[in-house]
């Protein structure tokens, strides 16, 4: 069974197709039968937004209408499928930018109203937390996954596909957030992340000792919005300075992000006996923080496991193959229905199978 996906939630417009083998089998599918992805194709707005200093959510939305369709034949194209064989189609729903979100909808439902197929609509927090099962070396269930995305910093523990427990977020700034903020007050251009971590690899992390907020707290929530405080304080003193102190910034930023991050992933693993790790989210591409996290899990013998780098961001593949994995998991394709929402803000918590 094939199962196109739409992803428009942000800055990205993706599309992927992924292939389902048996929907009726009575055993939870073991590794290889994971569904399989066939072909994608994704178009980054970073060089349309750059300019402004930040996602305009007005200028996304008529990016994704002149993306979505052409991106979606490339698709079909590269899979040498054709739109007659796809039996279901899975979009992000929520949570994003209403506008863009809406724009995947509508061309979801348009495709699925015109092809007689059922529409599903996709939580993108749970795309991303399934990303990993795109990967050769996929994890098993259950396990505790730390989503670490520009708008969300959050520890979920995941028991199947369908059945997640928040188990501690951010009360403020989401990791990539702090990433991006710092990058700014550093001239980089946004998002800024990755940029951070490559000028980081040349400076010493302990060059100045930024706070890390909430590190010792029992609980498993997130805060970084002093994080930027203190860099911009930081920023200040040096004046002149700043300039040859860059690196040394961004090393020390990048390090007290990743240390909190670290420790409170162990954390969540310890609190709930679980012995699996999966990190998702742009914020996962960062090699700091795999580095940290491969050694921190390997001294208490628990296994970490990530998206392959090109599906931490934003992607099509994630939306197919989450939708595809529901199908898999209800054995069952969901009733057909065309009248479609979005959910801009949207806890994953509150989502069932
Ligand atoms: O998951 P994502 O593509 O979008 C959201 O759903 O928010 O994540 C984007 C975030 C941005 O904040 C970006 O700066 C950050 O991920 N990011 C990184 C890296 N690559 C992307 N942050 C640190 N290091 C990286 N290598
Ligand atoms: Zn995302």
């Known amino acids: 069974m094939l199962v196109l996906g739409i992803e428009s939630s942000c800055d990205e417009t993706g599309v992927a197709l992924v292939e389902l083998t048996d929907v009726t089998q009575t055993e939870v599918p073991k590794t290889s039968q994971w569904p399989t992805l066939l072909a994608q194709a994704l178009h980054s707005q970073i060089a349309l937004h750059s300019p402004y200093g930040g996602v305009v959510p007005e200028l996304a939305s008529r990016d994704h209408i002149q993306r979505v369709v052409p991106l979606a034949q490339a698709v079909m194209?590269?899979?040498?499928?054709?739109?007659?064989?796809?039996?279901?189609?899975?979009?992000?729903?929520?949570?994003g930018l209403a506008g863009?979100?809406?724009?995947?909808?509508?061309?979801?439902c348009a495709l699925g109203a015109s092809l007689d197929i059922p529409v599903i609509g996709i939580h993108h927090l749970e795309g991303h937390l399934l990303s990993p099962f795109l990967s050769k070396n996929p994890p098993s269930f259950p396990f505790v996954a730390l989503l670490v995305s520009g708008g969300h910093t959050q520890l979920m523990r995941v028991q199947s596909v369908g059945e997640y427990q928040l188990l501690g977020e951010s009360i403020d700034?989401?990791?990539?957030?702090?990433f991006d903020k710092s990058a700014k007050l550093l001239g980089i251009d946004y998002p800024g992340g990755r940029e951070l971590s490559e000028l980081a690899q040349t400076g010493n992390p302990q060059a100045y000792p930024f706070p890390r907020p909430l590190l010792h707290s029992k609980d498993l929530n997130f805060s970084f919005a002093g994080l930027k405080t203190s860099v911009l304080t930081q920023c200040k003193k040096l004046g002149a300075q700043l300039n040859s102190e860059r690196a040394n910034l961004a090393a020390s930023t990048q390090a007290a992000i990743?240390?909190?991050?670290?420790?409170k992933s162990l954390k969540a693993l310890d609190q709930t006996g679980l012995s699996t790790l999966v990190i998702a989210g742009g914020v996962g591409a960062n090699k700091a923080l795999r580095e940290s996290l491969n050694k921190a899990c390997r001294v208490v013998g628990?296994?970490?496991?990530?998206?392959?780098?090109?599906?931490?961001?934003?992607?099509g593949a994630m939306i197919a193959m989450a939708g595809a994995m529901r199908i898999q998991a209800k054995r069952e394709l969901p009733t057909k229905n065309y009248s479609f929402e979005v959910n801009p803000r949207w806890p994953l918590d509150q989502i069932n199978l």
């Open 173 to 178: 700034d989401a990791a990539g957030e702090a």
């Open 258 to 263: 990743v240390e909190v991050l670290v420790k």
């Open 302 to 315: 628990a296994s970490v496991y990530y998206p392959e780098i090109e599906f931490c961001t934003d992607n």
């Open 77 to 95: 194209t590269q899979a040498k499928k054709r739109f007659s064989e796809i039996e279901a189609i899975a979009f992000t729903k929520g949570p």
């Open 100 to 108: 863009a979100l809406l724009v995947g909808g509508g061309v979801a």
